[in-house]
């Protein structure tokens, strides 16, 4: 958890930017992730240097013959020099030379724009960025985990995304990414897939869930949302397993270019020092992987649409909307007995159309339908008031009986303000996902019941909470009309005196 005094230098950071002429928030966290990205080489290169000295081994240099690239050697500089030297030796340094030396960061930064105005605005980043890491410092000191402290930062400054009105829908909410991601239990070994990848919130959650299954009760924390956290991994003793978790396991792809420098930068941040987060359409042609991953994790676009001519060969819908062309994709992308959990709007659940229904169908038939969660629609306020559920399934497995859950409080007002609230009903979908017994008692009243198989075919396959659920009407007793004229007489004349009393009380 970041400090105060952390998130203070944040808001000082963000001031500055808007202050120097930076307005949109998702440029400012691009620009904040290459002065991230151009501190965090240097650290790791010095870190590694040392490491081979002490270790007798040959150590070359990221920086070998652009010493003057280093972060130490540019943040002394006055500001319009340190402007001109890092917008014309520093940055084309980066999207050229260092890409080709296989930094994925760099590559990514392949069409990237360099837009700090002012000399002044630069030694202000510099100096507010150097003060965050000395903060960090200080945390670590205390005990706390670099990577944690770091991308809790980054998640800090991710935050800003989330008020700035249309960019927000980039960024699910935390909370029910772990969430998802805690049901998918990913195990170490296993790869994880995001194909619209955003800020890659998914990967990391899935990342951290390996860790804390792997970190000892004593290194672990439980939150008020049931999510339990712990970073060391300190039952992960062999280097391949480390070399596996950091490497092989996590993928993610977004057509944005902009959002792929921000996914890679908030991978980095966290640990994972080669992110393998790409630009990608997972829905072009050009995108032919298939049957290859353990679980996909994924919050597709709730609209949009795609040229006919550009969808990938096997698509199995006929349709052009990206909501449910990417439930098909995800299933293709799956492995047989790969897990699924995925945020769909609720016209996915329960439209009657053929290319909607043919999407059900293949959820339910080709795949194991294990669940529904259906979500507030105030989750993704202040953005989105859209009604959305969570579907989870695995491929190739037979559906049988479904669970669904109304999810009516997540622990966060349902307004704009997202405020805390005591209201959560995580922790009771943790702990009734991790003891599913579709034979017990399955009351259609309460806010979470089973549904047989056959029982959603016959209803073309609909998936929302409230075909199902059970509406009990308590009748209302109402007093006799004679009884109630009786009383409005009464009322009236009670009226009356009161006005009569008024009336003298002013002749008086």
């Known amino acids: 958890m970041i400090t105060n005094e952390m998130k203070s230098e944040i808001k000082n950071l963000w001031d500055s930017l808007w202050a ?3 307005t949109n928030p998702l440029s400012n966290i691009e620009q904040i992730s290459y002065f991230l990205f151009m501190r965090r080489l240097s650290v790791m290169d010095e870190e590694a240097r040392q490491k081979a000295e002490f270790t007798g081994e040959n ?7 652009n010493d003057d690239c280093r972060w130490d050697h540019f943040k002394h500089l006055d500001g319009d020099p340190m402007l001109a030297h890092v917008r014309d030796v520093v940055f084309p340094w980066i999207k050229s030379d260092l890409a080709t030396k296989g930094e994925l960061f760099a590559k990514a930064m392949k069409d990237s724009v360099f837009i700090v105005p002012k000399g002044s605005l630069m030694v202000e980043m510099t100096s507010m960025i150097d003060k965050i890491y000395d903060l960090i410092a200080k945390e670590e000191a205390a005990g706390q985990s670099f990577h944690d402290v770091q991308g809790d930062i980054y998640e800090e400054l991710l935050s800003e995304i989330a008020t700035a009105g249309k960019n927000g829908q980039f960024r699910t909410p935390r909370h029910i990414i772990q969430m998802m991601a805690t049901m998918m239990n990913p195990k170490l070994g296993e790869t994880v897939c995001d194909p619209a990848g955003g800020t890659a919130g998914f990967l990391l959650a899935a990342y951290h869930q390996v860790l804390a299954a792997n970190t000892s009760d004593a290194h672990c924390s439980t939150d008020r949302f049931g999510i339990v956290h712990g970073t060391h991994g300190d039952k992960i003793t062999s280097e391949q397993h480390w070399n596996i ?7 993610g792809y977004d057509f944005d270019t902009t959002m792929v420098r921000i996914g890679v930068m908030n991978l980095m941040v966290h640990g994972l020092t080669n992110p393998q987060f790409q630009y990608q359409d997972t829905m072009s042609k ?11 994790l994924a919050n597709p676009p709730f609209k949009g649409s795609i040229d006919k001519g550009d969808i990938w060969e096997g698509s199995r819908l006929s349709t052009t909307k990206t909501e449910l062309l990417f439930i098909d994709r995800i299933i293709q992308l799956l492995k047989s007995g790969g897990r699924a959990a ?20 293949l959820v339910v038939e080709e795949c194991g339908l294990k669940a529904m969660i259906s979500l507030p629609s105030g989750v993704f306020r202040p953005y989105a008031g859209v009604s959305t559920g969570i579907l989870f399934f695995t491929k190739g497995d037979t559906t049988d009986k479904v669970w669904f859950y109304d999810m009516q409080a997540d622990g966060l007002s349902l307004d704009d303000k997202r405020d805390p609230v005591d209201e959560c009903d995580i922790p009771d979908i943790l702990d009734k996902w991790s003891n599913l017994d579709p034979s017990g008692d399955n009351d259609r009243t309460s806010k979470s019941f089973f549904v047989d198989r056959d029982e959603i075919v016959g209803n073309d396959f609909d998936l929302s909470f409230n075909r ?13 009309p004679l009884e109630i004229i009786k009383q409005l007489k009464e009322l009236e004349a009670k009226i009356m005196s009161d006005l009569d009393d008024l009336e003298q009380m002013l002749k008086q």
């Open 20 to 22: 120097g002429g930076l």
């Open 59 to 65: 150590y070359v240099s990221v920086f070998e013959g």
């Open 245 to 251: 978790l950091r490497n092989n396991s996590f993928y």
């Open 286 to 296: 050009s995108f032919s992987e298939f049957n290859k991953y353990d679980i996909v």
């Open 342 to 361: 995925v945020i769909v709007p609720d016209g996915v659940l329960f439209s009657s159309s053929n290319a909607h229904k043919a999407v059900r169908k």
């Open 468 to 480: 199902y659920k059970e509406i009990v009407y308590v009748p209302i007793e109402y007093d006799p």
